[in-house]
């Protein structure tokens, strides 16, 4: 056959096709057998600083032994998964309001707060971090107005003169959920925007209120979007290392920051690798769940 019959017939489709699966074997694949080959091994002084048991079975599960004996991992895991959690609720409860008021906005007003949403994107992520830790500051006045508010609404004897929000859990949650919220809007307007507005309609017709409407109709419908919302902010909530780092309080890290330290600062590849793998384990978990949950919703739709 020649070639450009072939390219004709399926060469492209066939090219088109497999970038991306190279893409991935190479990029995503390869890596995850590596770190997971190296979970396997032993810390040594050498360069580079592992090696693998001269005898059989050729591995060792002394890291993974000690993710779970020692506390500090996991502390550091639970409170990698609580922020990332409480972040990922704060998102859907913001962000599901701005994503359904997109959709029932005009198509021009639709476009500038679409931009809006996107325009932070268009800046560095570093610099507004930055600028979140010069407003969280001590003598900012966001946190002189904080403050004030919170001295009106408690008792004399509760007053402070300022509060403390740099190198908190709640500083950490506050950038990442400003940080994310993109990512939670933009799949819920995707979603909500699909939405047969007649349904609604009908209901409302039947004698249901908006609330139930939207208990009813609504908010079932849309769980495909905030599925794919909570997960694109949660799993890289979790793994967070820039925000903790910055504005987080390094004596209560999160597991971004031990992973860092261990590869860097410890040179102990081993450890940093198992604690990798237990990450990966973790948040693998809920993309299960939401493939399954897609295979049960397309399979009762076709249904």
């Given amino acids: 056959m020649k070639p450009a019959a072939w390219f004709d017939r399926r060469g492209w489709s066939d090219i088109i096709i497999g970038v991306p699966y190279a893409w991935a074997i190479v990029f995503i694949l390869v890596p995850i057998v590596i770190v997971s080959a190296l979970s396997f091994a032993v810390p040594v002084l050498n360069s580079p600083p592992y090696a693998f048991a001269q005898s059989w ?3 060792s599960t002394g890291s993974f032994h ?3 004996a ?7 895991f639970g409170v990698s998964l609580f922020n990332a959690g409480v972040a990922t609720v704060l998102c859907l409860l913001i962000g599901y309001p701005m994503a359904l008021g997109l959709t029932r906005v005009s198509k021009a007003a639709n476009r500038v707060l679409l931009m809006l949403i996107v325009l932070p994107f268009w800046t560095s992520f570093l610099l507004r971090v930055y600028a ?4 969280m500051g001590t ?4 946190n002189r107005l904080l403050t004030s508010l919170y001295n009106v609404l408690v008792p004399q004897a509760w007053h402070v003169p300022h509060i403390q929000i740099m190198y908190t859990n709640f500083a950490v949650i506050f950038v990442v ?3 994310y919220l993109p990512f939670m809007i933009l799949p819920l307007y995707a979603n909500l925007e699909k939405l047969d507005r007649t349904l609604d309609e009908a209901a409302m017709d039947l004698g249901s209120r908006p609330w139930q409407v939207f208990v009813d109709v609504t908010l079932p419908l849309s769980m495909p979007g905030i599925i794919a919302g909570g997960l694109l902010v ?5 793994g967070e290392l820039v925000i903790p780092g910055l504005v987080g309080n390094m004596a209560d890290p999160m597991i971004g920051a031990i992973i860092s330290e261990e590869f860097g600062l410890n040179h102990d ?15 693998v978990v809920p993309l299960m769940a939401y493939t399954r949950f897609q295979s049960r919703a397309e399979a009762g739709a076709r249904g």
């Avoid at 020692?70 to 550091?76: A, F, K, L, P």
């Avoid at 949660?234 to 979790?238: E, G, K, L, R």
């Avoid at 590849?269 to 948040?283: D, E």
């Fill in 57 to 59: 079975p050729y591995v």
């Fill in 66 to 68: 000690r993710l779970f």
């Fill in 70 to 76: 020692d506390s500090i991992y996991v502390r550091s």
């Fill in 132 to 135: 979140w830790i010069g407003l």
């Fill in 139 to 142: 003598t900012s006045w966001f």
């Fill in 177 to 179: 959920v400003y940080s």
């Fill in 234 to 238: 949660f799993i890289p909530a979790a």
């Fill in 269 to 283: 590849w081993p450890m940093a690798a198992s604690i990798s793998v237990a990450l990966l384990v973790v948040l």
